[in-house]
């Protein structure tokens, strides 16, 4: 698949280089090999995109919902047909185990899919009649798209996130401009080339690969009318400031510190499988990463020393290994981020159970053993700041409302993981948490039709369901004098 990709920009409907040549070369970061040579645009090519979306827009907002949701199946069947190659190339750009990253198609193929079922919904629920308190007057309720969408996703779902935002703004009726990371552009290129077969008319979806420059000149242009960005909250601060200028529609889905909280009537073994998969899966390269693990007291001692034996059996490795459970860090980049954390952490004195270097017989690629901190301080970085890698910071408590107390005490709040046998402290404990999904003795499995985004600084908006469609959308009242 990789021979056949296109590595250039996707505009009006057609593939080109980049208008100053520019490429720059993408790697594996399991090798450190390069991968490919990929076109990277800047602002001029981001105008020709956003040029190409505001021309097809009045068209592609007023077709047919049914119409849309017609092209939204055919990219959800494209990927369904390429899904092997898609998870191969996934994990040859990103890093995941191939495992993971099946998981990742089958979740872009699901999003696809609920978003071609809203979009053929709509034709139904436009100009509904609106309930007034005077009978001298009749009132319809219309939504109808915000307009050119400027899509900025990160480099650790690739296919994923974009879909989270591609398939409800198509649905909406918006045009999009797609600017994916510069460190995972071929499963982002290799989702274009399905997007380009499933029938859009020309410049209704355009990509834009390229670096901050091209994201800078994207979320800027003054044609651009609604903002959907995922990335760090710092960037995210910045593209909301930008955004300003032009008072632009925006959402954003930024950083976490998520905590999981195990009580002392947890069933043991679940909870070790879900602590572990909540920060091990992808690297501890999420934004829903429960990096901060409280465990109840009485329980503590005996929880990490399994725990610890847990995490020391998980095969790092070639992502391309089926026995492979955690492969590299996405980037060099990201791989010195978090050695700088292990080291800053050691430095202070923090307990270390386990992990903090690379592994012994991974002389390439960037990969990091899982790593286990206990008894972390509350105010220690590792505890407050995303690491954004396989580090987990256990710490204790005494009781509920301690937990929820220490689990509220962060400035982000995306989501939480609570693992007990009791009902009632579950709904307690989930009502009580300053977050925007709860995942209760679950593993974090995240579906098209509920929400996704949370509290704090971690989200402006929600993605997936009804509210990721909404997002992409106006609201427009007509209200009528009632004739006679």
């Known amino acids: 698949m990789l021979n056949q990709l296109p590595h250039q920009l996707y505009i009006a409907g057609r593939w080109r280089n980049a208008r100053s040549g520019r490429v720059e070369t993408v790697f594996n970061p399991a090798t450190e090999a390069a991968l490919a040579d990929v076109a990277f645009g800047a602002a001029q090519d981001v105008d020709d995109a956003v040029t190409a979306a505001a021309a097809a827009q009045a068209a592609w907002g007023k077709s047919s919902g049914r119409e849309r949701g017609a092209c939204l199946r055919a990219i959800a069947h494209g990927v369904q047909q390429q899904q092997e190659q898609l998870a191969q190339l996934q994990t040859a750009n990103n890093g995941k185990p191939l495992s993971e990253a099946l998981i990742d198609v089958g979740d872009v193929i699901a999003t696809f899919s609920y978003y071609a079922e809203l979009a053929e919904q709509l034709d139904d629920h436009q100009d509904q009649p609106v309930a007034l308190p005077s009978a001298g007057f009749n009132a319809t309720l219309r939504h109808e798209p ?3 969408a400027a899509l900025v996703v990160p480099w650790n779902f690739p296919m994923v996130t974009t879909a989270w935002k591609v398939a409800p703004a198509l649905a909406a009726g918006c045009t999009v401009v797609l600017k994916p990371s510069e460190i995972t552009p071929l499963p ?13 008319p020309a410049g209704v979806f355009n990509l834009v690969t390229g670096d901050a420059e091209a994201g800078a000149a994207l979320v800027s242009h003054p044609a651009v009318r609604k903002v959907s960005f995922t990335g760090s909250t710092a960037v995210g601060q910045t593209v909301m400031k930008t955004a300003a200028d032009d008072l632009k ?8 510190k998520s905590a999981a909280l195990v009580f002392a009537d947890a069933d043991i073994e679940l909870a070790l499988e879900i602590v572990c998969g909540g920060i091990f899966f992808n690297a501890g390269q999420m934004c829903s990463a429960t990096s901060r693990l409280l465990v109840e007291r009485s329980i503590a001692q005996d929880f990490t020393a399994r725990l610890k034996l847990r995490v020391e059996s998980i095969k790092v490795g070639d992502p391309m290994d089926p026995a492979t459970q955690m492969g590299p860090l996405s980037s060099r980049r990201q791989y010195q981020k978090v050695q700088q954390y292990i080291q800053q952490g050691v430095a202070a004195g923090l307990k270390l159970l386990t992990g903090g270097t690379q592994p012994p017989d991974m002389a390439k690629g960037y990969f990091v053993a899982p790593t286990i901190f206990a008894d972390v301080p509350v105010d220690s970085p590792l505890w407050r700041e995303e690491i954004f890698g396989p580090v987990l910071c256990i710490n204790t408590f005494d009781n509920e409302q301690e937990a929820v107390a220490v689990a509220n005490q962060s400035e982000y709040g995306l989501v939480a993981t609570v693992l007990t046998s009791d009902p009632e402290r579950a709904n307690r404990v989930s009502a009580a948490l300053e977050v925007g999904l709860v995942w209760v003795n679950s593993p974090q499995v995240i579906f098209p039709q509920a929400s996704w985004g949370g509290m704090k600084k971690s989200s402006l908006g929600r993605e997936l369901g009804p509210w990721g469609l909404h997002t992409f959308q106006e609201i427009k009242h007509v209200v009528m004098a009632a004739p006679g």
């Open 146 to 148: 915000c307009g050119v």
């Open 188 to 200: 982002e290129l290799a989702l274009a080339a399905i997007i380009d077969q499933a029938g859009l």
């Open 249 to 256: 529609r925006i959402s954003l889905e930024l950083g976490g």
